[in-house]
């Protein structure tokens, strides 16, 4: 049994060495991809690039998102110009949201357009608007990332399959157990490393544009909405006073009370000193 735990931990270790190295791999395999990159295009027929640099630029990971503000004449006009856009790019509404304010009413929308659609999208808004107050596109260069998790997770996964030929071999139950406790923990690292790289494609896939447009509304008719709102309040102001009145009228029957006696009793003494 001794010499079979041996041979058990000596195939463990002979594992461990080699997930090292394929991770040592993946690294170095990297480091490579990203040196390509910095290279500039080799000198050839036409100065045009070699077909590998070509692969490895359209192969970057790109996360882009954006936002644009705008003033329009008609928000309702608007939103159907902008819906029948996202329906020919393949878009969607992830949020939306409407708001109504003394001089203005605004509309807030959050979309997910394909990637390679995303300048098209925030072209057909912009010739929407009537008056752009922003613009702006933040793109993040994730391929270090997406590289690094790529190569984590086939590096655990022949780890865990390894892990599940040891498995087969093992006799005594202690063996079992800790073996099976490594995989447990191995597949919840993975599973861990494949959410992340799920958002990624995600993200990576799909732009976010924030839009958010608005209308003015006349001064005439935001001045009436006020005005209409102070008697409102003016109103509701006042009724929560006489309520306010209502629960301490025992003690106002009391001042009352004490007031009448009080000026009596001078009123009285006053005519005893006349006399």
């Not at 040196?35 to 590998?52: H, L, R, T, Y």
């Not at 498995?167 to 861990?192: F, P």
């Given at each position: 049994?001794?010499?079979?735990?041996?041979?058990?931990?000596?195939?463990?270790?002979?594992?461990?060495?080699?997930?090292?190295?394929?991770?040592?791999?993946?690294?170095?395999?990297?480091?490579?991809?990203?040196?390509q990159?910095?290279?500039?295009?080799?000198?050839?027929?036409?100065?045009?690039?070699?077909?590998?640099?070509?692969?490895?630029?359209?192969?970057?990971?790109?996360?882009?998102?954006?936002?644009?503000?705008?003033?329009?004449e008609?928000?309702?006009?608007?939103?159907?110009?902008?819906f029948?856009?996202?329906?020919?790019?393949n878009?969607?509404?992830?949020?939306?949201?409407?708001?109504?304010?003394?001089?203005?009413?605004?509309?807030?929308?959050?979309?997910?357009?394909?990637?390679g659609q995303?300048?098209?999208?925030?072209?057909?808004?912009?010739?929407?608007?009537?008056?752009?107050?922003?613009?702006?596109?933040?793109?993040?260069?994730?391929?270090?990332?997406?590289?690094?998790?790529?190569?984590?997770?086939?590096?655990?996964?022949?780890?865990?399959?390894?892990?599940?030929?040891?498995?087969?071999?093992?006799?005594?139950?202690?063996?079992?157990?800790s073996?099976?406790?490594?995989?447990?923990?191995?597949r919840?690292?993975?599973?861990?490393?494949?959410g992340?790289?799920?958002?990624?494609?995600?993200?990576?896939?799909?732009?976010?544009?924030?839009?958010?447009?608005?209308?003015?509304?006349?001064?005439?008719?935001?001045?009436?909405?006020?005005?209409?709102?102070?008697?409102?309040?003016?109103?509701?102001?006042?009724?929560?006073f006489?309520?306010?009145?209502?629960?301490?009228?025992?003690?106002?029957?009391?001042?009352?009370?004490?007031?009448?006696?009080?000026?009596?009793?001078?009123?009285?003494?006053?005519?005893?000193?006349?006399?």
């Amino acid at each position: 049994m001794k010499t079979n735990f041996k041979i058990l931990a000596s195939i463990v270790v002979i594992a461990i060495v080699l997930s090292s190295c394929s991770s040592e791999h993946s690294n170095k395999a990297y480091e490579n991809y990203a040196a390509q990159n910095d290279f500039s295009a080799p000198e050839g027929k036409g100065g045009e690039a070699e077909p590998e640099q070509q692969n490895i630029i359209t192969e970057r990971k790109l996360i882009k998102e954006g936002s644009i503000t705008f003033e329009t004449e008609n928000v309702q006009k608007s939103k159907e110009l902008i819906f029948k856009s996202l329906k020919e790019l393949n878009a969607y509404v992830a949020n939306e949201n409407t708001y109504t304010y003394s001089d203005k009413q605004e509309y807030r929308i959050v979309i997910r357009v394909p990637a390679g659609q995303f300048d098209a999208l925030l072209s057909n808004i912009s010739n929407i608007a009537s008056k752009i107050d922003s613009k702006n596109v933040d793109v993040l260069d994730v391929t270090e990332e997406y590289i690094d998790i790529e190569a984590r997770i086939k590096t655990k996964k022949e780890l865990e399959n390894r892990y599940k030929e040891i498995l087969k071999q093992a006799n005594k139950v202690e063996e079992i157990l800790s073996i099976e406790k490594e995989i447990g923990q191995l597949r919840t690292e993975i599973e861990a490393v494949e959410g992340r790289m799920r958002y990624l494609k995600d993200k990576i896939g799909y732009s976010t544009l924030t839009v958010t447009f608005y209308q003015k509304v006349n001064t005439a008719f935001g001045f009436s909405l006020k005005l209409t709102q102070g008697i409102k309040n003016g109103w509701t102001n006042l009724l929560w006073f006489m309520v306010g009145l209502i629960n301490i009228w025992p003690f106002l029957l009391l001042i009352i009370l004490m007031v009448y006696f009080t000026r009596r009793y001078i009123k009285n003494k006053r005519q005893k000193n006349r006399l």
